[in-house]
């Protein structure tokens, strides 16, 4: 299958008082067409950065993004950006978000295209509802499906879900799972959850410290859906664990001994 997204050897950096802070340092990767890829870093290292310029927002000091073999030079029309800041009109019902960005068709196709989504999310009954009126993940589905709506190729995923209990969380990436399954996206969510990144991602890459490069590539293979217990899932969480630089065993035993000064 060919390549969807192609990042050719970028480097990123902003220069403050005189000095480069370099952001990232040669970096390439290859996504497949319908391919979901999860990139995981330590905090700091870069992440939210190479999102933007993937998806066109910022432009690389050298190298390239390329889609379908075309250079990027800014935001296109072939991919949506889901944030974990929101992008919801308050002043605007479910139904006028999500019609707000259909630019063919008459009135009644948008209305009836923006309640197929509405549904889709499970926000049937809630089309005329103000943002407002609804829950923290009632306004996450909103977002969704306002990207979906479009028919986008690409998805772009900034820790979209960070802002959501732990509950939550899971019943939004369940949707999500159900709606890729529908609709086939290429997508490429940015996150810190080692276990979001598990339960969702066809492929997992861990980016190194700042400047941040690609230190250790993960394929997942368990069909969905994933049970997080799984032997092998629960063996490659902690191996990408360790690539961030978290040592279980060694974490355990200085918690043990914490707990036996604090008894001592």
Not at 14 to 34: A, H, P, Y
Not at 140 to 151: M, P, Q, S, T, Y
Not at 249 to 254: C, K, M, N, Q, V
Request: aromatic share 4%; charged share 25%; net charge negative.
């Amino acid at each position: 299958m060919d390549a969807k997204i192609v990042i050719d050897d970028i480097r990123k950096g902003f220069t403050r008082k005189g000095e480069t802070l370099q952001v990232i340092d040669g970096l390439s990767l290859q996504v497949k067409d319908g391919e979901f890829v999860a990139i995981v870093g330590p905090s700091g290292c870069g992440k939210s950065t190479l999102m933007k310029v993937i998806s066109g927002f910022a432009l690389p000091d050298s190298g390239a993004v390329r889609i379908d073999g075309v250079e990027v030079r800014g935001p296109g029309p072939q991919g949506i950006v889901i944030s974990q800041h929101g992008s919801v009109f308050p002043w605007l019902t479910v139904r006028e978000n999500l019609m707000f960005g259909l630019n063919r068709g008459t009135p009644a196709d948008k209305r009836a295209l923006a309640d197929h989504y509405a549904e889709m999310v499970g926000l049937k009954g809630f089309e005329n509802a103000y943002p407002r009126e609804l829950s923290g993940g009632m306004l996450k589905r909103v977002e969704i499906a306002r990207a979906l709506v479009v028919k986008p190729q690409i998805l772009y995923m900034d820790e979209p879900f960070s802002a959501l209990d732990a509950l939550m969380n899971l019943r939004i990436r369940n949707e999500l799972l159900r709606i890729l399954q529908e609709e086939r996206h290429t997508v490429i969510l940015i996150t810190h959850d080692v276990e979001e990144a598990l339960y969702l991602a066809d492929r997992i890459v861990v980016l190194s410290q700042r400047p941040t490069t690609i230190q250790r590539t993960f394929q997942v293979t368990q069909a969905h859906p994933r049970r997080l217990s799984n032997a092998q899932l629960q063996q490659m969480k902690d191996e990408i664990l360790s690539e961030l630089g978290l040592d279980l065993d060694l974490d355990l035993d200085a918690s043990a001994d914490v707990v036996e000064q604090r008894q001592a």
